[in-house]
């Protein structure tokens, strides 16, 4: 079948504009089109191939989306043997001493002779590979095997961006190139995090992860895992006798032209002392590199020179790798403890005997989390692999399962058991002993004592001061960290019996520094009830929340009382947020915190009856959708509302079978076995109390807290005569205005203070009616609503 032109051609132009687009994303990191754009061009190239298979060249961008898994690797037989390189074990300077003298010695130079000069590269930690291009064409990739024979992986490596398709420019008419294929630490991380939430395999470290995915059988898996590719070297060439450098740099100057990627970080030096200096300079700069190595590799740089050193044994006399110390050791496990961090984070750590590894001697590692600990089975007594790389927290990254220590039965030798449980993560924070959280789909658990914990205190003390919490001036990062460390404040209530004289005697502050803070704390006692308690830092409330919550409830008592299901159903708040709420106020540290910025004088001035309209919000049908019944949908919610119209009711309920039967099996099974744990029974309880508290304190329709700026935008701009910014739009908010940031035709009102700028002129424009902060608060006073 004849493809037509236009095919031929807009395949062509397809497979050029996809080429180029991969080389800006994978190359540059500079992307110039979108994701959508690229699909729909990839997917078009897809079609003209389907359609016409003539046209699916080797070089095709759609080769790298991998291809049927395979039953088995073919061998590969090496034209030009992948030889491995001899190591220098010395990891100080003196290794690079002694191949240089080992390289003078064969060439037979003399003291006065000149130095030799050397390539100098970065010895990659992956899989070393070779890429068989004909005619500038990829048409074969093998790993290094025995290095005489490999295996034939080339679909997998047709799925590496990194490594080019077709070559650019005149390249030979062969020219197998040796590299690495490798994976960078901060991809690994995102494909692990992302492959825990599938429930997935994770992967152990970048190299294991290179190595195991370019031999996986299916081409597929290969090319959902980001690896990359630096060419280092090359084996069988043809035709390129003419051109063909005469070194090894220009070898790799050559490389870098036809399109292979080639790492940045080589030199060429003469001598050793120069190749110790790399050896140190590039050892200094491996924590920052995002990709492992271990080592160095001096190879000499003139061609010449390395065909008359020749090969001793299987390994060339004219390289050597230099290493680095080991990054990863075994050692045991002696105890597992957790550690909280200063946002609350529980992470547990192990305990390790002493072990040399990355230069330093390591004795504590991390587990990250509860999830990761569990997925080792990293246990006390283990022998594990630690891995430490520059300045990163060293990591277990593996147990060694057949070295666990086990116990034996006296009456069964067969009988064997791991001698220690598997790790659980303790109920309770060992720095304050307040009760330890983990949200639904959170890796992570906290320490709910954000007020009181020691490891979180100085965080919280600088939310708690903040600008749009409390807002109290001259509090920063410096003054939390005095006043702590000389155990002045330990929660936010000792904010408030800090005196004049023992603040003046901290570094850089002076009295009258002392005196302004003083009059700030005492000015910030009266606060909104918003900011209150945005200021407590209860994890997931942000301002807007916290307003909604002081808008609702109207008052830190009833908040203090309201359980997870009352709190879902407010706007914009959600389970999550609600849970996250009702986990602060169950902390009895934190409540006894509370009471002392209230006994402190610290009292939210605008309280009040909660709002009207959350009598409806109110409905069981409601309430009970927020339970976190498994199976129990908005739905099937109404209908059990309409069997059990009391919560109370179905909390007290005994033959739960019979009164739930209308409902599907399925739905009535989940919510006995829902109720068959007390504490669910008791939160039905508690939200039927408080419930019928709220309907009873709620005021008559139209009776609630006045807002007589409803439905009004307002813009601010410019410097008021008395009221900050934040102050003017809290004040507008909670009369039930909205503020927005720019002028349109939409905005009611500007309210303009001193050198107000394009803002005004942009409302003069378009008729826009402008405030003074005097007419501003006349129109906050107005009780008639909107005008």
Not at 142 to 164: C, M
Not at 240 to 269: I, K, M, N, Q, T
Not at 605 to 626: F, I, K, V
Request: proline share 6%.
């Amino acid at each position: 079948m004849t493809v037509p032109d236009t095919a031929r051609q807009r395949a062509a132009a397809l497979r050029a504009e996809l080429e180029s687009h991969n080389r800006a994303y994978y190359e540059l990191d500079a992307p110039t089109v979108s994701d959508e754009v690229y699909d729909a061009l990839f997917r078009e190239l897809q079609a003209l191939e389907a359609a016409h298979p003539e046209l699916a060249t080797p070089d095709s961008p759609t080769r790298r989306v991998g291809g049927r898994p395979l039953e088995a690797f073919a061998q590969v037989a090496h034209r030009v043997p992948m030889l491995s390189i001899q190591t220098e074990t010395d990891t100080e300077a003196s290794g690079a001493w002694n191949f240089d003298a080992r390289v003078r010695k064969e060439l037979g130079l003399e003291e006065g002779d000149g130095p030799v000069r050397y390539a100098a590269e970065l010895k990659f930690d992956g899989l070393a590979v070779s890429l068989r291009y004909e005619q500038g064409v990829l048409v074969q990739g093998a790993t290094r095997g025995d290095g005489a024979t490999g295996e034939d992986v080339t679909q997998n490596l047709r799925t590496v961006h990194d490594i080019p398709l077709k070559l650019q420019g005149q390249a030979p008419a062969v020219l197998e190139v040796r590299g690495e294929v490798y994976m960078r630490r901060d991809d690994l991380a995102r494909y692990n995090e992302k492959a825990a939430a599938r429930g997935e395999k994770t992967l152990v470290n970048p190299r294991n992860g290179a190595a195991g995915s370019i031999r996986q059988l299916d081409p597929a898996i290969a090319a959902g895992r980001p690896l990359k590719f630096f060419a280092y070297g090359i084996g069988q060439v043809e035709g390129w006798d003419a051109a063909r450098p005469a070194s090894h740099s220009g070898l790799l100057d050559a490389l870098a032209g036809f399109g292979l990627p080639v790492c940045e970080h080589r030199a060429v030096l003469a001598g050793p002392q120069a190749l110790a200096d790399f050896h140190a300079r590039m050892g200094a700069l491996r924590p920052e590199l995002p990709f492992d190595i271990d080592g160095v590799v001096y190879k000499v740089d003139s061609l010449a020179l390395q065909a008359e050193l020749g090969f001793r044994s299987r390994e060339p006399r004219w390289a050597v790798a230099h290493k680095y110390p080991a990054q990863e050791a075994r050692t045991r496990v002696e105890a597992i403890v957790v550690q909280v961090g200063r946002t609350g984070a529980i992470t547990p750590v192990a305990k390790l005997q002493p072990v040399f590894v990355g230069g330093v001697t390591v004795t504590n590692a991390t587990l990250h989390n509860e999830d990761e600990a569990r997925r080792k089975d990293v246990r006390v007594g283990d022998l594990v692999i630690v891995r430490r790389a520059g300045d990163v927290i060293p990591e277990v990254v593996a147990v060694v399962p057949e070295e666990r220590p086990m116990t034996q039965s006296p009456d069964d030798l067969f009988a064997r058991e791991p001698l220690h449980p598997p790790f659980v993560l303790p109920a309770t924070c060992p720095e304050c002993g307040s009760h330890v959280v983990r949200e639904e789909g959170e890796a992570v658990a906290r320490c709910s004592g954000g007020l009181v914990c020691p490891a979180q205190v100085k965080g919280a003390l600088l939310h708690f001061a903040g600008r749009r919490a409390m807002d109290v001036e001259g509090l920063g990062d410096k003054l939390v960290e005095q006043l702590v460390d000389q155990g002045l404040v330990r929660t936010p209530a000792d904010l408030y019996r800090l005196e004049v004289a023992n603040l003046a005697s901290l570094e850089r502050m002076g009295e009258k520094s002392a005196e302004n803070l003083v009059a700030a704390l005492e000015a910030s006692k009266a606060c909104s009830l918003g900011r209150f308690i945005f200021a407590l830092g209860i994890r997931h409330v942000g301002e807007s929340t916290a307003r909604t919550l002081a808008d609702w409830l109207g008052s830190l008592a009833l908040l203090r009382r309201t359980p997870q299901p009352i709190l879902a159903v407010l706007p914009d708040i959600g389970g999550v947020v609600a849970q996250s709420i009702a986990d602060f106020f169950a902390e009895p540290r934190n409540e006894t915190a509370i009471d002392a910025l209230l006994a402190a004088g610290v009292l939210p001035r605008d309280e009040h009856s909660p709002r009207a309209e959350l009598g409806e919000a109110l409905a069981w049908a409601r309430l009970y959708e927020m339970l976190g019944v498994p199976k129990l949908t908005e739905t099937r919610a109404r209908e059990l509302a309409a069997l059990v119209p009391d919560g109370a009711e179905l909390a007290r309920e005994t033959a739960l079978a019979a009164r739930l039967s209308p409902l599907p099996q399925t739905v009535s099974a989940a919510l006995v076995d829902w109720l068959e744990v007390a504490a669910h029974r008791a939160l039905l309880l508690q939200t039927a109390e408080l419930r019928a508290a709220i309907l009873a304190a709620l005021p008559e329709p139209g009776a609630g807290p006045a807002q007589p700026l409803a439905g009004l935008t307002f813009v601010i701009t410019g410097t008021l005569p008395s009221l900050k910014r934040d102050e003017a739009k809290a004040l507008i908010e909670a009369a039930g205005g909205k503020v927005s940031g720019s002028v349109s035709k939409k905005t009611d009102y500007l309210v303009a203070g001193s050198e107000a700028g394009s803002k005004l002129d942009n409302a003069q424009k378009l008729g826009v009616p402008i405030l003074d902060e005097a007419a501003l608060r006349d129109l906050l006073n107005h009780q008639g609503g909107q005008q």
